[in-house]
């Protein structure tokens, strides 16, 4: 049974940070590419930032370059997003998600498995 857990949200000042982690299991997490997506009420679900395996290749959506930084342990199936910086408009629920792919991608599609989510708000 595949299983992605994101762990780490809560409620931070603008200019705070936090860091959000996601656990895997049943998957070749190896293999994987991984991806951190973001959906905020009434809005639909964006990429935010992505790892290639072995971390040779990072992608990144403009409004959080500079800000976030994603990373992997393939020692603990783990991944990891560090949040700085945060705004008002970083609010929203944080999905963890893996795909077979080698690159780093942005689209949804080619991620096959997904995380319940971890809600990150930023408000003073």
């Known amino acids: 049974q595949v299983r992605l857990v994101e762990s780490g949200g809560g409620l931070v000042q603008p200019g705070g940070s936090l860091k959000l982690s996601c656990a895997s299991s049943?998957?070749?997490?190896?293999?994987?590419?991984m991806g951190w997506f973001r959906q905020a009420p009434g809005e639909e679900r964006e990429f935010v930032a992505a790892v290639s395996l072995s971390s040779y290749r990072t992608l990144y959506t403009d409004s959080v370059k500079g800000r976030f930084t994603i990373s992997r342990d393939d020692g603990k199936d783990m991944i990891f997003l560090q949040m700085d910086s945060l705004k008002p408009e970083d609010t929203a629920a944080y999905y963890c998600a893996a795909g077979s792919g080698s690159w780093p991608s942005r689209r949804p599609i080619d991620y096959n498995y997904w995380g319940q989510g971890t809600q990150v708000s930023v408000s003073s």
């Open positions: 049943g998957i070749n997490f190896r293999r994987s590419m």
